[in-house]
């Protein structure tokens, strides 16, 4: 059991669904359900830092469709949880710890509003090279990201690699679709 499992992680793309646990926008919320919907039906595991608000929205979407979600959590232990997982990981690393590990295992980043512990996840994925994707104007520290970019798409010079940005859900659903959805 625990090889299958293993196999179908490492065959199937991993994408994490980033923002804030306390998010209350419906619309926001609604994106966080279709997109890892969406990803799941193509068979694609959601990976999320548990708890509620987005990841919660995401996970739902996920298994809505019967489709596999990971809760990395910032707890010692996985009892009592707020988000109805397929797999759920205790950490006992605290927030910045929990974050480490959920994007070291992804592919690819979405980002859906957020607040500074989300800005770690962006810089964590650009640091790994990992592919980071951007719902617009989802948060004030989104609205604000932007300018601060170099190039408008990089955190430095080094280019390590693009931020994506989408002005709507349906448009990251969309290059979800596609066939080579990890290329600008």
């Not at 619309?27 to 830092?49: M, P, R, W």
């Not at 951007?134 to 955190?155: A, H, P, Q, T």
């Amino acid at each position: 059991m625990i090889i299958n499992f293993l196999i179908i992680i490492q065959e199937r793309m991993k994408i994490m669904i980033a923002g804030a646990w306390d998010e209350t926008n419906e619309n926001l919320l609604s994106s966080a359900f279709q997109i890892a919907k969406v990803a799941a039906e193509k068979k694609h595991i959601i990976i999320t830092g548990g708890g509620t608000g987005i990841p919660n929205s995401a996970t739902h979407g996920a298994l809505a469709v019967n489709g596999i979600s990971i809760a990395y959590s910032n707890e010692g232990h996985c009892e009592g949880g707020h988000e109805p997982a397929t797999f759920r990981v205790a950490t006992e690393m605290g927030w910045d710890g929990r974050s480490v590990l959920a994007v070291k295992s992804s592919d690819l980043l979405i980002v859906i509003g957020g607040c500074n512990g989300t800005l770690n996840e962006i810089t964590l994925a650009y640091l790994n090279n990992i592919p980071i994707w951007v719902l617009e104007d989802s948060s004030e520290m989104i609205c604000r990201l932007k300018n601060f970019l170099y190039e408008g798409k990089y955190i430095d010079k080094r280019k390590n690699v693009e931020i994506e940005f989408f002005n709507s859900a349906q448009s990251m659903i969309e290059k979800l679709n596609s066939k080579n959805i990890l290329q600008n």
